[in-house]
């Protein structure tokens, strides 16, 4: 089968998946986790009616972004999306409408793995943007657009990219306990609290948490309290391929489990 | 059994699948030409396991399968040459009959403009045209039975394997439906149709293979299975808004020994010893009496007694 051709069932997937996505209840989930902390933020700001100082703003939103989004909201939502990328069919007994069909099952695994992904990213870096960019709003436009250029946009797209990399290595996590376990809650919990925890973690161990890397790379360091472990945080050039050779090495293993997975919903 | 042999069948060779302690099908060995196969046998029997194995959405436990040479392993390949329209009932939600047939088309990666072609070929040749635009949810039984078939005929597969596919079908539909299969038939394509109900099959195999327990007891030509049970009575359940006209005009023709008609005036359980004339009898009784149909279903479920007529030599109850 020839390349163009696998990238237009890969194209085929991922369009279908955004369908479904979007027609579920799972896409609701997502788009209410994504939206919560833009919601929160919008409450805070118009109930205290005055603008955010500059270097409270960027502390403020450092803050929001960290404790709420990257290990509350943007995690529970990607166990939402991907934790029911193949379980969710499997459940709704619609996944071997996809497996009839003449496309390798690795390149189904791939669609809906950049489909969730392009669903979360989108989601979680538009309102993450939307949350600063209203935290921001208080101080005028001519204030604003010169915060923005003087270091506001790039710590704006700082805070992006580290949601697309989230996205990217918490989706390939979930995506795998989804096809693994027949819950995955218990062992979501399990992870989420061992990314909760890391901050008190030796700094050896703080390495095996996808959240180090993360917070690594966060524009602002926000305080993580009287009892942490403070650790070396880990240089860009590794912070940002670590969640991406993460994913690429899940979704290799979601593939081969794929590969070997069977359908039967309990008919007969 | 080596590929030139297999090229043109579908090939199970000592195959058995047991879902962990269940026995699925054991040790199953058979050879499919090409022409219509009817599979029989009573739910649970192995039916559903065998076309799962034929289309890898499950793998051997012991055995090999390979359909015209390929391994059910690689569906790139196989898929290009089977359709599967499978008893698996559900749909993603939300979308409407074109739209899924055409996403599902779409995945074979031949482009939109081929997919929407296709696609309307299929819907046409299972008469779902008018439908098309409709949400699937909103669909009848039997249109969603169409649907599937229509997504397993869509890309002319050499072989179609269908899983209970007169399910839920009206008596017209199901006669187009039967027309179908043979036409596809006579292009010289496989067609295994599988069901509990013998006679249903019966009208249609040129071979039949029967399934008990997760094993074949018993394969070969329908003819000789045909002459074998001609004598036996079949019951058919019909729900409709006049059964008792149906009943009367049945009777008249001669075509049922006995008749009950449901305590809800809505149907009836007729007896026939003639199911291919009691069947075009009751095509036309609906047509000239506009009945209201809402379900013909062979009553004789249980298979076993077929099985008993057939096997062991028992009377058939």
Known sequence: MSRAVRLRQLRAVFVLELRRLFRGRDGIGVLLFAAAPFLLTSVVVFVRGEAFAAGRLESNFASLFQNLVLQVTLFFGCLFAFGNLVRGEQMAKTLHHLLLAPVRREVIVLGKYLAALAVTSGLFGGFSALSYLVLLSGQGRSAALSHLASGGAARLLAYVLVTILACAG???????????AKSPILPALAFWGWEHLNFLLPEVLKRLGLIHYLLSLTPVTVPEGFLAVIGEPVPAWAAIPAPLLLAGALL??????????EVDYGVE | MSGALSGDLIVFDEVSKFYGEVLGVDRVTLSIPPGITGLVGPNGSGKTTLMNLATGLIRPTRGGVSVLGLPPSDPERLFRVV????????FPPGVTGRAFLEGILSLRGEGGAVARSRAARALERVGLV???????????????????????????PRVLLLDEPLNGLDPMARAEVLELFRALAAEGKHVVVSSHILHEVDLLADRVVLVKSGYVVAEGEAHGLREEVAERPMQVLVRCDRPGFLAARLFEEGLVSEVGLHEDG????????????????????????????????????????????????????
């Open chain 1, 252 to 261: 290799a293993f979601a593939a081969w489990k794929a590969r070997r997975a």
């Open chain 2, 266 to 317: 809505l149907g009836l359980l007729a007896r026939t010893k003639t199911p291919d004339r009691f069947f075009l009898a009751l095509n036309e009784a609906v047509l000239e009496g506009g009945l209201e149909v809402e379900t013909v279903t062979p009553a004789d479920d249980d298979v076993k007694a077929v099985y008993r007529y057939l096997i062991e030599g028992g009377e058939a109850s």
């Open chain 1, 170 to 180: 918490y989706g390939a996590v979930f995506l795998v306990l989804g096809q693994w």
């Open chain 2, 130 to 156: 008018d439908a098309a635009g409709r949400k699937v949810a909103a669909y009848s039984k039997g249109m969603r039975q169409r649907l599937r078939l229509a997504a397993a005929i869509a890309h002319d």
């Open chain 2, 83 to 90: 359709g599967y329209c499978t008893a698996f009932e559900a």
